[in-house]
């Protein structure tokens, strides 16, 4: 493993709060080089738990969870085992400065248990200057609230930071090859940990584009 992880992971877009029964809810997973060297096979995880270890993983029955599907243009289920958690991508290439943006969505049903909860998101990569793998992931902290309760404007308890402005790809973006598997599809990727506990197999995937990050700003 890389002593030291290269890519900053965040989660943008979610609201402190979320209301049983209030339907989808947008976000996105962003994963950015900050490092001096090109990243290679990334690959994407994303889960909902009710613990920020990611032990207690909501059924997907109480609590949703969907990756955008770029190439079928559609919302996939996470749904490993009937639990909110899968895989959601890959990219072949992560050059110094460039970062990848991930769509999600969650959707906190009508019958989910209130309290607190977490959406987790997570990548392992392999780097070519280091020959190392490396580990980045996050945890962020929301509640989940009675049906009704209004939300408008909370903040998150802790995780995500400020969003990066979308831009098109530049020219020289690295390309990025692939497509999304089918459920239980088999992968030489071995079990691996989700900020910090998560564990699950995972199969192939989406891919993302990448793009250039806005000169200045932070991950």
Same mark, same amino acid.
């Given at each position: 493993m890389?002593?030291?992880?290269?890519?900053?992971?965040?989660?943008?877009?979610?609201?402190?709060?979320? %209301?049983?029964? *209030?339907?989808?809810?947008?976000?996105?997973?962003?994963? %950015?080089?900050? *490092?001096?060297?090109?990243?290679?096979?990334?690959?994407?995880? =994303?889960? %909902? *738990? =009710?613990?920020?270890?990611?032990?207690?993983?909501?059924? *997907?029955?109480?609590?949703?969870?969907?990756?955008?599907?770029?190439?079928?243009?559609?919302?996939?289920?996470?749904?490993?085992?009937?639990? %909110?958690?899968?895989?959601?991508?890959y990219t072949e290439e992560l050059a110094p400065d460039y970062e990848v943006d991930i769509p999600l969505r969650i959707n906190v049903r009508a019958d989910a248990p209130v309290g607190a909860g977490f959406t987790l998101g997570a990548t392992i990569y392999g780097d070519a200057d280091g020959e190392c793998t490396g580990f980045g992931d996050v945890a962020y902290k929301f509640r989940i609230v009675a049906a009704g309760t209004a939300t408008e404007g909370t903040e998150p308890q802790e995780g995500g930071k400020a969003p990066v402005a979308a831009e098109k790809p530049a020219a020289d973006t690295p390309a990025v090859t692939g497509s999304l598997a089918e459920t239980g599809s088999s992968s030489a990727l071995p079990m691996i940990g989700l900020a910090g506990g998560l564990a699950l197999a995972v199969g192939g995937g989406a891919v993302f584009a990448v793009r250039r990050r806005k000169a200045g700003t932070e991950a």
């Open positions: 890389c002593e030291d992880t290269k890519v900053g992971v965040d989660i943008t877009g979610l609201p402190g709060s979320i %209301a049983a029964g *209030s339907g989808w809810h947008e976000f996105s997973l962003n994963v %950015a080089n900050n *490092s001096g060297s090109t990243l290679q096979n990334l690959e994407y995880l =994303a889960g %909902a *738990s =009710a613990d920020v270890n990611g032990e207690e993983l909501f059924e *997907s029955k109480k609590v949703g969870l969907q990756a955008w599907n770029p190439e079928d243009e559609l919302w996939e289920d996470l749904n490993e085992f009937g639990y %909110a958690v899968g895989y959601i991508g």
